[in-house]
């Protein structure tokens, strides 16, 4: 099971950081995703991360957002800073196709 939260409202070029905190699964081993779906867009794929670290990221978020694990906590991060209006979307976290309840970030202009 996965619980994501920490979006909100927040003005461009501000920031937030979202958090995942993940129950009943082997946390440590698996690759976590962070995905978004925008209003009337397709859902896709933001930033990953492998259980050694290894980080992947969509090419409109590089250099702005890090994705980060905790596990100890059990917990998956993304920060996200200078946001822009068309970050606005409801950001997911996802393993293995195990999917948490979204969190809804709206970045105003």
């Known amino acids: 099971q996965l619980q994501a939260c920490g979006g909100g409202l927040v003005q461009t070029g501000g920031s937030l950081r979202l958090s995942c905190k993940a129950s009943?699964?082997?946390?440590?081993?698996?690759?976590m995703n962070w995905h978004r779906q925008g209003p009337g867009k397709h859902r896709e794929l933001v930033a990953s991360i492998a259980s050694s670290g290894s980080t992947n990221y969509q090419d409109s978020v590089k250099g702005r957002f890090t994705i980060s694990r905790d596990n100890a906590r059990r917990t998956l991060y993304l920060q996200m800073n200078s946001l822009k209006p068309e970050d606005t979307a409801v950001y997911y976290c996802?393993?293995?196709?195990?999917w948490g309840r979204g969190t809804l970030v709206t970045v105003s202009s």
């Open positions: 009943g699964l082997n946390f440590a081993i698996a690759t």
């Open positions: 996802e393993t293995r196709d195990t």
